[in-house]
């Protein structure tokens, strides 16, 4: 009965003062100049990731097996991602599994590829008519939301699960203030673009334009009405800068589509199709039009470009040091911001340094003082910038950008032995030279220790034998120093 009431008493206080309070916040962090969001002179953040015009984001709904067999290998063709929501009550470890649903090894291997693995809820229920319940309770909104979190969080190491969709689409406000609890935003339904900066209810209330295919689809021209309906759709939005996603749900040859027409399937796409799609908005990611990721990397860019600050902490010719945050909180949201720093107006590149991160930048020149673009990580760090002549940074290149990395593993994939290289310089004064390197499995579980030594600077090889191993992804990390680097190999057998 207590813990009721406490789910009682928070959710009133969400609900009443939340979305007020949010709004109100952003409202203070922000100020729309044209195409920046600006919080002084000296740090500009760019609207959209790299400077580009409008965001979009594939989504496709409910796990299936053809999300593996084909929207995965179409989008990693055209190097784009997108974003999975999955029903953890019906995925199976492997085929034949429930249904036409994929199995959790599938969707594994998929987040390490970078795409995301977002929840669509347990089981796929009617949330309006359930009661709110509590995390624990089967058959009760709270219970559908937490428990499939949890179940993807547990599945998915290297990413954290922050967005939902509402099953059916079906939600209220009640429903989106409880959501809030536990995702950073939620997809619905609609048809428009959703706005460059959304309110806390449109968060909780992202639209996703659906395609809906005429019939009779007997050839693949006869998609071809659909496919520019939809790249107008984009246009319209890339003009407005604004974030279209895509909802979509099975994808199949075309030959293979009356077969799921038999099964009532929710108008499915055709693998060529969907190829004719990617390829085209690839062409317009190049063109700098459209910025493709999945929902939870486009959340996270929105919430902290909305709400960073910076403080400039040293400002002379030749040396430039920023520390820029956002208040939010850095286990989610680490994803790098492009912003704009004002530099003097003779500096033709820059070495830029946060953390572990070097690049090179090329000076911008404007009619508001000269800048380089930079993609950084709020609360990642201090950010220094150091003036660089065209020599400076042929120099730089040779003797700082290669002094620590971590290779590809080879051959990969491989059965059952494999050798890995790597590499690392000088240790700074003071700084031990241990180095560790170390095999773990997608769980996060410690497979192998292949170094953990002193190691002077120099090139390293090692071997390692998965003998003992099952077939799957694994990943290898190297530490030395401040620095951490990683990477997958594949166990095949």
């Not at 496919?227 to 407005?240: E, G, T």
């Amino acid at each position: 009965m207590f813990e009721k009431f406490i789910w009682q008493i928070s959710f009133l206080f969400i609900f009443l003062f939340l979305p007020e309070s949010t709004a109100f916040c952003q409202s203070l962090n922000k100020i729309l100049t044209g195409d920046n969001i600006v919080a002084g002179d000296v740090v500009t953040a760019a609207k959209w990731s790299d400077d580009k015009k409008s965001a979009f984001s594939f989504t496709f709904d409910d796990g299936f097996i053809s999300h593996y067999e084909n929207v995965r290998p179409i989008l990693n063709q055209f190097n784009l991602k997108g974003t999975f929501y999955v029903m953890p009550a019906f995925l199976t470890e492997s085929l034949p599994g429930i249904y036409r649903y994929g199995t959790w090894p599938m969707f594994q291997l998929m987040s390490l590829e970078g795409h995301e693995i977002g929840s669509h809820s347990m089981t796929h229920p009617h949330l309006l008519e359930m009661a709110i319940g509590d995390t624990t309770e089967e058959g009760t909104i709270l219970y559908e939301l937490f428990q499939s979190r949890q179940l993807i969080n547990q599945r998915m190491p290297n990413q954290s699960c922050i967005t939902f969709a509402y099953p059916f689409a079906e939600h209220n406000t009640v429903i989106d203030s409880l959501t809030s609890l536990f995702y950073e935003s939620a997809r619905a339904d609609g048809n428009e673009p959703n706005s460059f900066s959304p309110s806390f209810n449109q968060w909780y209330s992202l639209s996703t334009i659906e395609v809906h295919f005429n019939e009779p689809r007997e050839t693949p021209e006869d998609d071809l009405d659909e496919l520019i309906f939809l790249q107008n759709w984009v246009d319209s939005s890339i003009a407005n800068q604004t974030w279209g996603i895509l909802l979509g749900h099975e994808v199949v040859p075309f030959d293979s589509l009356a077969g799921l027409f038999a099964a009532g399937t929710w108008h499915p796409y055709s693998n060529e199709w969907f190829i004719d799609l990617c390829e085209w908005m690839q062409t317009k990611s190049e063109d700098k039009d459209l910025w493709i990721e999945t929902v939870a990397n486009v959340t996270k860019y929105i919430k902290e470009r909305d709400n960073f600050f910076y403080s400039v902490l040293t400002q002379k010719d030749s040396q430039i040091k920023i520390n820029i945050s956002d208040n939010l909180n850095d286990q989610i949201y680490n994803y790098p911001l492009t912003v704009f720093i004002k530099v003097p107006e003779s500096w033709e590149y820059a070495l830029l340094i946060q953390g572990e991160k070097l690049d090179t930048l090329r000076a911008i020149y404007h009619e508001s003082g000269t800048r380089v673009m930079a993609n950084i990580i709020p609360d990642g760090g201090i950010i220094s910038l150091f003036k660089l002549s065209i020599t400076g940074v042929e120099d730089f290149a040779d003797n700082v950008l290669n002094e620590y990395k971590l290779y590809q593993n080879y051959p990969n994939p491989f059965n059952p032995e494999t050798n890995i290289r790597f590499t690392i310089s000088d240790f700074p004064e003071g700084i031990s030279g241990y180095t560790s390197l170390i095999v773990y499995d997608v769980l996060g579980n410690e497979i192998a220790i292949l170094v953990n030594e002193e190691k002077s600077a120099g090139t390293y090889e090692v071997n390692f034998n998965a003998k003992n191993l099952s077939s799957g992804v694994y990943i290898y990390m190297l530490r030395a120093a401040s620095k951490i680097l990683t990477r997958k190999m594949i166990v095949t057998k």
